[in-house]
């Protein structure tokens, strides 16, 4: 490689996770100032993404394998190992992560309660999404996992709206089961086969090895623990999405944690689930996948259509675009069921199109999702607080810029080609309408409704004659504008060039399928 | 990556320049600052002559090399397989690409006078150029995902551009109206997409040998079965058919068309008339090897031509009865979209785009006549409050003739040649001639409303409008046309003086009257020029054809019928001036045929309800389906996590009554008990009993705890 060229011999990784803590630390020592604290965390931040890219420039997408691989030993006796390491699909994840962190910080301009606090949880939060996306060993995987999830309680419990204190309790209460329901299963692996490391794990299943098969020989213990482990695995993921029915905690936590947060469990947290179930559930599982197929794409076409319908049924923009965010991330879903479906050989290509789809549309929705509630809060800002659809009206007259770029926001969401929502959406029903064509037709439902209700949000809020309360409301300062030009272009960039994601997960899509082969 | 022929020629190569130039006018009107209105008008009509001036080049080369030459580029990589997508050039394309930056260009240069007052002006030529990019790329696509994707975005513009007074209420209803109903027909559209790559993994059109409209995929498809007795490639057909009836406001999705007039008159002439419309009938033009694919049972063209007979006759009838002068060419123009299908469903490409060619001209010079109508009388548009402009506007009057008398059929003119041949394949048909008696009938209704039309605004003399309604006014207020205009004012009478429109909207009218009259010669029986280039034939000049297979026949039927429906209008509307206050009773309608059949004026004024059952219907079903998710949202599934909740809540209180009632009294007890012993201790140590204490007492509550804690677990 010509240029600049990366260093292999350092442990990037490690050093990824600890820039935010070191980060996070550092805006705790920063002055009382909120401007420090948010400058601080700024640096921080950049230097993360910074990090990422460099990663970037030193990934080689044609091979669909782990790199950056570290592994040492840690405590041997339990089959305990420091193991982190990305393929295309990692640094994927590791790229948005950094960027919805950045989206994060700057939607969070106007935090004037101990910033420094604030900005420190959401570095530290960060840490947990690099830690997540990267470790490859079960238990400390699973303390990533858990980091991420106590600052995102507190950012929400702390500074949250009027409900908050009932929305962070359900919040953690909700994803702490789901999280005591993977603990439990992995134990629980770990005592059938005696191993704690995804890799390894996911190397027995494709070597003919299920998991199902050691569990049901483990001694003293009844064949039903097999499905036991998968609905524990399956659960924790499943709530982390969400997935409907386990998604009623997403609505009033995202509409009252500050919208800074909601970016990040949007944008990135629910990111986590999709790429358990990826890196994880459809490695380990795939032969009990495909026995409760049909129930599962069931959940899926749900959360795809019954989100879009109680979407629309929404008069606060922070839970229209909550719901919104389910049947998005639905999508991924019924790609990601789409892609164990047993088949022929022949449909390679279209397993392939169905998880490329939903890999793509995580980066999508993460880009476009985020930016949606970075223009909630935004508005929150200028109208003091009120963000309900029946609030504004004519808006278009009065802040044109806003409007015009929240619009090509909401149309990125429709699935508007041109946009980046398209590309991912057409490759996972490509994918999937061969595959399982039932649910896929059912699933269409849901791009008309997603259509009905984000167009009731620009007609009811945009267009009609203006509101007399908000003739005054200011446009988009040019530091706002500056910040939000490179979103909204990257979203013209991936609509029309998805190649440029495509390409660094491809041969990782791929591997993957080699493994699952049934 | 060229296919086709070996050296193919600078256009070819350079095709993707014709929809791209617009673009990128769009793209910087779009950053442009709302001042910069000649930077965004010249950039809109700079970008849109040199389309032009290309798609003449690609037609000289279409007519020097009539076989298709296409040009696939890889888009995406999914697994060990590309996705092409590609650009093609064809006679339909050649033809469709000249039409569609004629047309454009045109209203381009008149949408400057029309909009000149307007205050997003920047904004307007930006989102026609948005439109132009997407129309042409429609136009060029060589696969049919790429055509999905440009008539999304053509979809778009629509939306936009419909919703373009976004401040008034009916506009931005009219816009999601737009968006939503047509959406509904690219669903079927989409899903007839995957349906036709999954089964022939591929979705460009053309691909030396492999796209999916070459013989062995069609082959394949009409060979595999579907359901309810229809080959693949029939279902396929009809899926995607569901997107053209959508775009091109077929039954049962017509409604959303005669509300996007409430978009300003350029974009009804050059979307909702000429261009975006006929995408549908574009559409099925492009696909129709598969439309017309040799399969067993249903066939897919049988239900293109009744559905296009049916909308043809039906939406006449309604267009009868209205009072706006754009909703009247609005039905029109469903109707004669309907024509068209027809046309595609009874005889082939040729029959129905040559009159998607000429309604393109003759209902682009009707809209613009009727803006220019529009913008003379100060906003108005009830032709009820119109009458006697035939003096005051003679070159829209004029024009506006030329366009009524080709749209009526009227021997001679453009729309009589495609019209006609319409109605000759139909009763040619062998599957029923009920559709070429919907036709003729609904050639009837056409030249009846279009002489109600004429005769309301350009003869008789000028009416008062009743009321100026405020939307109107303060509409009129906003293009800078105060209703008290003294320029506009006519004060002898104190009745606002309509006035003949600039020169930068009239000229546009004569070129375009100018096509609509002469066009029709490219394609007549005798010449038929048009038809075949389309179909890679030489056409020959042959005056005999007139005489064989009945043609004459059933132009004498046509004449006929047209003659007798302008005579019947003129015998209602022409007779006699209008007069809002002739009548002896001041309330009776207006109308004469009102007066006749009030309450089949009434359903059809009504637009036969159909609105209105959608509205109890279907949308109120979907309405409920949100509520319901909300409602199961909020009671039942969060009721169970609250009952959890409450479950969890219950057995904390209990565990902290345990704590407080059993737990602490005993320690309260031991605490006495330590403090007796402590107070003796001291007495006995003098050390720092507190520390002492305090452990104690810690120690205390965690065995105290453990105790409980681990006889329950």
Same mark, same amino acid.
């Given at each position: 490689m010509s240029g600049l060229s990366v260093p292999l011999s350092l442990p990037w990784l490690t050093v990824l996770t600890a820039v935010p803590v070191a980060g996070a630390l550092l805006v705790l020592l920063a002055g009382a100032k909120p401007a420090a604290a948010r400058g601080m965390a700024w640096v921080a931040a950049l230097a993360s993404l910074g990090v990422t890219l460099l990663l970037w420039h030193g990934f080689r997408p044609a091979w669909g394998g782990l790199q950056f691989e570290e592994r040492r030993p840690w405590i041997p006796s339990l089959g305990v190992e420091y193991h982190v390491g990305i393929d295309g699909l990692g640094l994927l994840m590791l790229l948005l992560s950094a960027v919805v962190v950045l989206i994060s910080i700057a939607a969070s301009a106007k935090v004037r309660q101990q910033p420094r606090l604030y900005f420190a949880l959401v570095l530290l939060l960060e840490a947990g999404l690099f830690g997540t996306f990267t470790a490859l060993n079960f238990i400390h995987w699973f303390f990533y996992w858990e980091l991420s999830l106590i600052p995102a309680f507190f950012l929400v419990r702390l500074w949250g709206g009027p409900g908050r204190a009932q929305a962070a309790t359900q919040f953690f209460l909700y994803t702490m089961v789901g999280s005591v329901a993977l603990l439990l299963a992995f134990l629980a692996i770990f005592l059938a086969t005696g191993h704690f490391d995804f890799i390894d794990l996911a190397q027995m299943v494709a070597n003919g090895q299920p998991i199902a098969g050691l569990a049901r020989n483990m001694g003293g213990l009844h064949g039903a623990i097999a499905w036991w482990i998968f609905w524990g695995v399956f659960l924790g993921f499943a709530v982390k999405v969400p997935i409907v029915p386990f998604h009623t905690w997403l609505p009033s936590t995202y509409a009252e944690a500050p919208s800074g947060v909601t970016i990040l469990l949007t944008g990135a947290m629910s990111k986590m689930g999709l790429y358990g179930l990826l890196r994880i559930l459809l490695p380990l599982f795939p032969g009990q996948m495909r026995q409760v197929l049909t129930p599962l794409l069931w959940l899926a076409v749900a959360s795809i259509v019954f989100s879009s319908f109680a979407a629309w049924a929404q008069d606060d923009l922070k839970r229209i675009f909550a719901y919104s965010s389910i049947n998005h991330l639905g999508y991924c879903v019924l790609g990601i069921l789409a892609a164990v479906k047993w088949s022929a050989m022949s449909s390679a290509g279209n397993k392939a199109a169905a998880l490329d789809g939903a890999i793509l549309q995580m980066v999508n929705h993460a880009l476009t999702a985020s930016v949606l509630f970075w223009f909630v809060a935004l508005l929150e800002e200028r109208s003091g607080g009120l963000r309900g659809l029946n609030d504004f009206g004519g808006l278009r007259k009065v802040m044109p810029v806003f409007c015009g770029l929240m619009g090509i926001a909401i149309f990125s969401s429709l699935g508007l080609p041109g946009l980046n929502g398209f590309p991912g959406e057409f490759l996972i029903f490509k994918g999937a309408f061969p595959l399982v064509t039932w649910a896929a037709a059912l699933s269409v439902i849901g791009l008309l409704i997603t259509a009905v209700f984000l167009l009731g949000v620009l007609e009811r809020v945009f267009y009609r004659p203006v509101n007399p309360r908000w003739s005054g409301m200011p446009d988009l300062t040019g530091r706002e504008r500056l910040a939000l030009a490179p979103a909204v272009a990257l979203m013209f960039v991936l609509g029309l060039y998805p190649q440029l994601v495509l390409g660094l997960v491809n041969q990782t899509v791929v591997h993957l399928l080699a493994g699952i082969r049934p | 990556?060229?296919?086709?022929?070996?050296?193919?020629?600078?256009?070819?190569?350079?095709?993707?320049?014709?929809?791209?130039?617009?673009?990128?006018?769009?793209?910087?009107?779009?950053?442009? !600052?709302?001042?910069?209105?000649?930077?965004? @008008?010249? $950039?809109?009509?700079?970008?849109?002559?040199?389309?032009?001036?290309?798609?003449?080049?690609?037609?000289?080369?279409?007519?020097?090399?009539?076989?298709?030459?296409?040009?696939?580029?890889?888009?995406?990589?999914?697994?060990?397989?590309?996705?092409?997508?590609?650009?093609?050039?064809?006679?339909?394309?050649?033809?469709?690409?000249?039409? *569609?930056?004629?047309?454009?260009?045109?209203?381009?240069?008149?949408?400057?006078?029309?909009?000149?007052?307007?205050?997003?002006?920047?904004?307007?030529?930006?989102?026609?150029?948005?439109?132009?990019?997407?129309?042409?790329?429609?136009?060029?696509?060589?696969?049919?995902?790429?055509?999905?994707?440009?008539?999304?975005?053509?979809?778009?513009?629509?939306?936009?551009?419909?919703?373009?007074?976004?401040?008034?209420?009916?506009?931005?209803?009219?816009?999601?109206?737009?968006?939503?109903?047509?959406?509904?027909?690219? $669903?079927?559209?989409?899903?007839?997409?995957?349906?036709?790559?999954?089964?022939? &993994?591929?979705?460009?059109?053309?691909?030396?040998?492999?796209?999916?409209?070459?013989?062995?995929?069609?082959?394949?498809?009409?060979?595999?079965?579907?359901?309810?007795?229809?080959?693949?490639?029939?279902?396929?057909?009809?899926?995607?058919?569901? &997107?053209?009836?959508?775009?091109?406001?077929?039954?049962?999705?017509?409604?959303? =068309?005669?509300?996007?007039? %409430?978009?300003?008159?350029?974009?009804?002439?050059?979307?909702?008339? @000429?261009?975006?419309?006929?995408?549908?009938?574009?559409?099925?033009?492009?696909?129709?090897?598969?439309?017309? +694919?040799?399969?067993?049972?249903?066939?897919?063209?049988?239900?293109?031509?009744?559905?296009?007979?049916?909308?043809?006759?039906?939406?006449?009838?309604?267009?009868?009865?209205?009072?706006?002068?754009?909703?009247?060419?609005?039905?029109?123009?469903?109707?004669?979209?309907?024509?068209?299908?027809?046309?595609?469903?009874?005889?082939? /490409?040729?029959?129905?785009?040559?009159?998607?060619?000429?309604?393109?001209?003759?209902?682009?010079?009707?809209?613009?006549?009727?803006?220019? /109508?529009?913008?003379?009388?100060?906003?108005?548009?009830?032709?009820?409050?119109?009458?006697?402009?035939?003096?005051?506007?003679?070159?829209?009057?004029?024009?506006?003739?030329?366009?009524?008398?080709?749209?009526?059929?009227?021997?001679?003119?453009?729309?009589?040649?495609?019209?006609?041949?319409?109605?000759? +394949?139909?009763?040619?048909?062998?599957?029923?001639?009920? !559709?070429?008696? =919907?036709?003729?009938?609904?050639? =009837?209704?056409?030249?009846?409303?279009?002489?109600?039309?004429?005769?309301?605004?350009?003869?008789?003399?000028?009416?008062?409008?009743?009321?100026?309604?405020?939307?109107?006014?303060?509409?009129?207020?906003?293009?800078?046309?105060?209703?008290?205009?003294?320029?506009?004012?006519?004060?002898?009478?104190?009745?606002?003086?309509?006035?003949?429109?600039?020169?930068?909207?009239?000229?546009?009218?004569?070129?375009?009257?100018?096509?609509?009259?002469?066009?029709?010669?490219?394609?007549?029986? +005798?010449?038929?020029?048009?038809?075949?280039?389309?179909?890679?034939?030489?056409?020959?000049?042959?005056?005999?054809?007139? #005489?064989?297979?009945?043609?004459?026949?059933?132009?004498?039927?046509?004449?006929?019928?047209?003659?007798?429906?302008?005579?019947?209008?003129?015998?209602?509307?022409?007779?006699?001036?209008?007069?809002?206050?002739?009548? !002896?009773?001041?309330?009776?309608?207006?109308?004469?045929? %009102?007066?006749?059949?009030?309450?089949?004026?009434?359903?059809?004024?009504?637009? =036969?309800?159909?609105?209105?059952?959608?509205?109890?219907?279907?949308?109120?079903?979907?309405?409920?389906?949100?509520?319901?998710?909300?409602?199961?949202?909020?009671?039942?599934?969060?009721?169970? *996590?609250?009952?959890?909740?409450?479950?969890?809540?219950?057995?904390?209180?209990?565990?902290?009554?345990?704590?407080?009632?059993?737990?602490?009294?005993?320690?309260?007890?031991?605490?006495?008990?330590?403090?007796? #012993?402590?107070?003796?201790?001291?007495?006995?140590?003098?050390?720092? /009993?507190?520390?002492?204490?305090?452990?104690?007492?810690? +120690?205390?509550?965690?065995?105290?705890?453990?105790?409980?804690?681990?006889?329950r677990g």
């Open positions: - | 990556m060229i296919e086709g022929i070996p050296n193919p020629a600078w256009i070819v190569r350079n095709l993707w320049l014709i929809p791209v130039l617009p673009l990128l006018a769009a793209g910087l009107a779009a950053i442009a !600052p709302q001042r910069r209105r000649r930077l965004s @008008a010249s $950039l809109a009509i700079g970008a849109m002559s040199c389309s032009l001036v290309l798609a003449g080049a690609a037609l000289a080369e279409a007519l020097h090399e009539p076989a298709r030459q296409v040009v696939n580029f890889p888009w995406l990589q999914f697994g060990g397989e590309w996705l092409r997508l590609g650009w093609i050039l064809d006679p339909l394309t050649a033809v469709m690409l000249v039409m *569609v930056t004629f047309v454009s260009l045109l209203i381009f240069i008149y949408s400057v006078g029309y909009m000149d007052h307007d205050a997003n002006f920047t904004r307007f030529f930006c989102f026609l150029s948005l439109f132009g990019a997407a129309m042409l790329g429609v136009v060029v696509s060589n696969s049919l995902l790429l055509l999905f994707m440009c008539w999304e975005v053509v979809g778009l513009t629509s939306y936009l551009l419909i919703g373009f007074w976004y401040q008034k209420p009916e506009a931005a209803a009219a816009a999601a109206k737009a968006f939503i109903t047509t959406r509904i027909g690219d $669903l079927g559209f989409f899903l007839g997409m995957l349906w036709l790559y999954g089964q022939t &993994g591929t979705l460009l059109f053309y691909d030396h040998g492999a796209g999916c409209l070459e013989h062995s995929a069609l082959t394949m498809l009409a060979g595999r079965a579907a359901a309810l007795g229809m080959a693949a490639s029939t279902g396929i057909a009809l899926l995607i058919f569901c &997107g053209a009836v959508g775009k091109s406001g077929q039954l049962p999705l017509h409604v959303w =068309l005669p509300d996007a007039m %409430e978009g300003p008159t350029p974009v009804s002439a050059l979307i909702h008339a @000429a261009t975006m419309v006929a995408a549908g009938v574009f559409l099925i033009a492009r696909v129709y090897p598969l439309m017309a +694919a040799p399969a067993a049972g249903v066939q897919a063209l049988t239900v293109v031509a009744w559905v296009g007979a049916i909308t043809a006759f039906f939406a006449a009838t309604i267009a009868v009865a209205q009072n706006d002068i754009k909703r009247i060419l609005a039905y029109s123009t469903v109707s004669q979209l309907g024509y068209m299908m027809l046309g595609l469903g009874v005889g082939g /490409v040729a029959v129905g785009f040559f009159h998607l060619i000429t309604h393109a001209f003759f209902k682009a010079l009707l809209f613009l006549g009727a803006g220019s /109508v529009i913008h003379g009388c100060t906003e108005e548009q009830d032709i009820r409050n119109m009458g006697g402009l035939r003096k005051l506007m003679p070159i829209t009057f004029a024009t506006y003739a030329v366009g009524t008398l080709a749209l009526c059929g009227v021997p001679l003119f453009s729309g009589f040649w495609s019209k006609d041949e319409i109605l000759h +394949a139909a009763h040619g048909w062998s599957v029923s001639q009920v !559709p070429y008696a =919907l036709g003729a009938a609904g050639a =009837l209704l056409t030249a009846f409303y279009m002489t109600r039309q004429v005769c309301y605004v350009f003869f008789g003399n000028r009416r008062q409008p009743a009321v100026v309604h405020p939307v109107l006014a303060e509409h009129a207020a906003d293009h800078g046309m105060g209703l008290q205009d003294t320029e506009f004012c006519d004060p002898a009478s104190g009745t606002h003086a309509a006035h003949e429109s600039p020169a930068v909207m009239t000229a546009p009218l004569i070129i375009l009257a100018f096509f609509a009259a002469l066009l029709g010669f490219l394609g007549t029986p +005798a010449w038929p020029w048009f038809q075949a280039f389309l179909e890679g034939r030489h056409a020959a000049v042959d005056f005999g054809q007139f #005489s064989g297979n009945g043609i004459l026949m059933l132009m004498a039927i046509s004449t006929a019928i047209v003659c007798a429906g302008l005579a019947i209008g003129w015998w209602f509307y022409g007779r006699r001036p209008i007069e809002n206050a002739t009548a !002896p009773d001041p309330t009776a309608p207006m109308d004469p045929l %009102e007066r006749l059949q009030p309450r089949l004026f009434h359903a059809l004024a009504n637009r =036969l309800y159909v609105d209105e059952f959608y509205g109890m219907t279907v949308i109120r079903l979907a309405r409920a389906a949100a509520q319901f998710c909300d409602w199961l949202d909020r009671w039942v599934w969060n009721g169970a *996590v609250q009952a959890v909740r409450w479950l969890v809540l219950g057995a904390a209180h209990m565990d902290a009554s345990f704590d407080s009632y059993v737990v602490n009294a005993g320690f309260d007890e031991g605490c006495r008990g330590v403090r007796q #012993s402590g107070g003796m201790l001291s007495r006995i140590e003098n050390g720092r /009993v507190q520390s002492y204490l305090r452990i104690l007492g810690a +120690a205390l509550v965690v065995l105290a705890l453990f105790l409980v804690w681990g006889r």
